[in-house]
């Protein structure tokens, strides 16, 4: 299994950004992807999930409305759109595959190495 | 949403030493747990997850137990290569989430 974030970057507080997460080595439609990020020497924090059909998708209550997860099955992408980026929204994304796409198995699995995203002016 | 408290945030051990890790949910979540470690600038992986189930390559030194809502990993014979952070996460509804952590050191 391999997981490769990009797309992190720079970016002035309101502006959008577009992460990327590229998998492959297992069966990319039978498991549910996820985004988690984590603030500069703090801890875990979800950001959200899509289903591995794409149809359902869930947010944190932080990033509700403003970013916005899709996948590509048939090229193995995941992405995550973020739009109206704050300060607060600094820290590194990484992308993770859950265990199955049941509601059971909502483990991450497997992680990305993360790539970071820097809010300032 | 199901908030999670970790104890200890910090925790002093030596090689060798049996260690365990807290985690109280605010709710009753079932088995939905899991554990995960984290070394400095490397991504989590996880450890145990549905409360006690070891994820495969998991040494057995690493348990998971539950008593009630709380939750607790301990570690039989701490070795070297274990001293990292520790989350605890429950997946038993939306939002998904985490402990604060305990750095173990």
């Known amino acids: 299994v391999q997981l490769l974030e990009s797309g992190g970057d720079l970016i002035q507080p309101g502006g959008s950004l577009r992460l990327s997460c590229a998998a492959s080595?297992?069966?990319?439609?039978?498991?549910?992807m996820t985004w988690v990020r984590q603030a500069p020497g703090k801890g875990l924090e979800w950001v959200s999930v899509?289903?591995?059909?794409?149809?359902?998708?869930y947010y944190a209550d932080s990033v509700k409305g403003r970013f916005t997860i899709a996948r590509d099955n048939s090229n193995s992408m995941l992405y995550l759109q973020m739009n109206g980026l704050r300060v607060e929204d600094t820290g590194i994304y990484y992308c993770a595959k859950y265990l199955a796409d049941n509601p059971s198995s909502r483990y991450f699995q497997d992680w990305g190495q993360g790539t970071l995203v820097t809010v300032s002016s | 949403d199901i908030q999670l408290t970790q104890s200890p945030s910090f925790l002093s051990a030596s090689v060798g030493d049996r260690v365990t890790i807290s985690c109280r949910a605010s709710q009753a979540i079932s088995n939905s747990v899991a554990w995960y470690q984290q070394k400095p600038g490397k991504a989590p992986s996880l450890l145990i997850y549905?409360?006690?189930t070891l994820q495969s390559g998991v040494p057995s030194r690493f348990s998971g137990t539950k008593s009630g809502t709380e939750f607790t990993l301990s570690i039989s014979s701490l070795q070297p290569e274990d001293f990292a952070t520790y989350y605890c996460?429950?997946?038993?509804?939306?939002?998904?989430?985490f402990g604060q952590g305990t750095r173990l050191e």
């Open positions: 080595g297992f069966t990319f439609t039978r498991h549910a």
């Open positions: 996460q429950q997946i038993s509804a939306y939002p998904i989430t």
């Open positions: 549905a409360t006690s």
């Open positions: 899509v289903s591995g059909n794409g149809y359902t998708t």
